[in-house]
């Protein structure tokens, strides 16, 4: 009997269509399932498919194409009007639209064509180099503009599914899919500048794809893609995204101000190599060598010091005396670009916890910080 009510259970766990109220699927009778009327012929959509059409139906009116009109000189030093492409992702109905600083650098002329065909002029609101960004914004009607929503950065994992949305090659409207490769990366800018905790992804991303959303699979931007490496010019499986967490701050920071409010000690320095260390006999062997602090900077204010005398290295004129700053909020800093990135992030009013040495003695500050003044070469 036992041997009996067994099958009898195994059959009916493996038939729910013998189950009153339930379908052959194991779900409840007339739940709807994406995908499950494919056209006729076709084989039913798989759930990854369902989520391909899902995010790209909801995205894609959202993304736009960029043409960008650069002057260049021919052989002949005659003026060539060359047209480059890429991608934008509307922010809102306002006509906002972000897209990578690359992508619109040095035109004289930018024109956004909708998905709908529809195309406009568009006007620089602000950049950013140092993070590769930059908002447009065109004037067309709020109907027209369906703005990509803002997901989180914070929390990706690694193995995470991905997708991209952008033109490349002109190509407008191309949907690529993959997973996050790793993250916490930092990449180089065109401008020098190196921008931390990017996205690397294999969803394929091509010239033309700049500037276009990273999203989830809820359809949220999570990066905005921006580099490829490649020995072809060609996808080979490894792009890079800002991510959305920076993107959310430039942005709203360009829509507001034209620029980024950034933070600034109000210094400048020497990052520290074998060859100043031994020569100044320094007590440590990685850093900043303070050279000059800005009158009225928030270094000032908090007592660091520059340099005090030169002395001549090697027949090089160095500014020495300063003090050498080793570690912002807990983080080591190796170099000028270690600093800057340190204060990245960080917003003018904000308090900072700085180790230096002054000599051979070990001082913690408090510095409050105070905006990067825009007239001012200094960057950190």
Known sequence: MTALMSAVVTLLLLRWDLIPGFDGGGRPAGTRVEGASPPAGQPPLSPDEDTNIRVYNKVSAGVVNITSIVVEFD????????????????????????????????????????????KYRAAVVGADPPNDIAVIKINAKPERLHPVPLGESA???????VLAIGN???????????????????????SGDRIENIIQTDAAINPGNSGGPLLNTAGEMIGINTRIYSTSGGSLGIGFAVPVNTVRRVTDDLIKHGRVLRPSLGVEGYTITEFLRTGLDLPVDRGVLVARVHPGSAAESSDIKGASEVAVLYNERVLVGGDI????????????????????????????????????????????????????????
């Open 155 to 161: 929390g990706l994992k690694v193995g995470q599914k």
């Open 75 to 118: 052989f002949f030093l005659s003026p060539v009007a060359k047209p480059g492409t890429g991608s934008g992702a509307v922010l809102d109905r306002d006509g906002n639209i972000v897209t990578n600083y690359h992508v619109i650098a040095s035109a004289r002329e930018l024109e956004v064509a909708l998905p709908d065909q529809t």
């Open 168 to 190: 490349p090659f002109r190509l407008q409207n191309t949907l690529t899919t993959g997973i996050i490769s790793s993250l916490g990366r930092t990449i180089q800018t065109d």
């Open 325 to 380: 700053i080793t570690h912002v909020d807990g983080k080591a800093i190796s170099s000028s670009g270690d600093l800057r990135l340190a204060l990245e992030g960080k917003r003018p009013g904000d308090t900072v916890q700085i180790t230096i040495y002054r000599g051979r003695s070990k001082l913690e500050k408090s510095v409050l910080l105070t905006e990067l003044p825009r007239q001012r070469g200094f960057r950190f």
